[in-house]
């Protein structure tokens, strides 16, 4: 079996590459589409399912999207689903990451969590799962592995942030790990 996953971003694809191992994973570029995809929802749950719905109308192929957020307690949630953008049109990850380490200059509170919630659409019917990890934001970047906010988020139990973190100890416990679990163990 072959699912295209509905992503331009590369650090990604390779994370799927490393856990879901019972399906051929390929990505748009190798499915053939070159174009943007719309990410226009409110919620990570509507903007996998746009994106997911989006290349299975125009390609035709069984394919599963995903959207992340992080969202920080003492923020209220931000940036949540605004996550890749949260410093505005443009943004790299390291703006991002500099935006939220002075939002949270001087708080206490600095729990978050990486939450993803993944679409697949297999044979004209849509499947969710669901990943979690609760951390907390570091005070300052750590490690060069990983992408994003990696370098600040530390998940509850260990002490190094994802960004240094080996491949395979962040993919045993990530948001995006377990939601990518969820649907392989669903093929199963």
């Not at 995006?176 to 093929?187: I, T, W």
């Amino acid at each position: 079996m072959k699912l295209v996953f509905a992503t331009n971003n590369n650090h990604k694809l390779v994370e799927a590459h490393g856990i879901i191992t019972n399906v051929v994973i390929v990505g748009l570029a190798e499915a053939g589409f070159h174009g943007e995809i719309p990410e226009n929802a409110a919620t990570l749950e509507g903007n996998a399912s746009e994106k997911a719905w989006f290349i299975y109308r125009n390609i035709g192929v069984n394919c599963f999207a995903d959207d992340t957020g992080l969202e920080v307690e003492s923020l209220n949630g931000a940036p949540g689903v605004y996550s890749a953008r949260y410093a505005g049109p443009g943004c790299t990850f390291d703006d991002n990451v500099t935006k939220l380490l002075e939002a949270l200059d001087g708080k206490s509170n600095r729990k978050a969590r990486f939450r993803t919630v993944v679409s697949m659409i297999l044979d004209g019917y849509e499947y969710l799962f669901e990943g979690i990890v609760n951390g907390e934001i570091t005070l300052q970047r750590a490690g060069r592995e990983g992408f994003g906010y990696d370098p600040v988020f530390m998940p509850n139990g260990y002490s190094e942030t994802f960004a240094e973190m080996n491949a395979d100890i962040k993919n045993a416990i990530s948001h995006r790990g377990n939601a990518l679990r969820k649907l392989m163990k669903f093929l199963d």
